[in-house]
């Protein structure tokens, strides 16, 4: 799966969609870093892609950087809260909640 995403990225596709893939894909691999150089680039094609945003967050926390990984959760809630995303809203400020814990 990341391998055909990637190769349609090398091929010059570039979108939210293939770039939240691609996000997804290397975070179901454990390799947060990666990951959050594909949500990042997602969520600036896309500011309002809530799910890129909770998932940005993750990548962050899985790459052992809380500061970025708290920051993508509250932009991604404010962006859900604009566009009545509400479970996004919801899970993110759980996130947040259990990172302010840590």
């Known amino acids: ?3 055909s995403l990637q190769k ?3 091929k010059g596709v570039d979108n939210s969609l293939l770039r939240f893939g691609l996000g997804k894909a290397w975070l179901d691999e454990g390799n947060g870093a ?3 150089v594909h949500l990042a680039r997602c969520v600036e094609q896309d500011p309002k892609y809530s799910a890129a945003w909770k998932l940005l967050g993750k990548a962050y926390q899985l790459s052992g950087d809380l500061a970025a990984a708290r920051q993508a959760w509250e932009q991604g809630s404010a962006a859900a809260q604009a566009h009545g995303d509400k479970q ?3 899970e993110m400020a759980v996130f947040l909640k259990k990172l302010n814990k840590v």
């Open 8 to 10: 349609m990225l090398d």
């Open 1 to 3: 799966m990341r391998e």
């Open 34 to 36: 990666e990951a959050a």
């Open 88 to 90: 996004a809203e919801k």
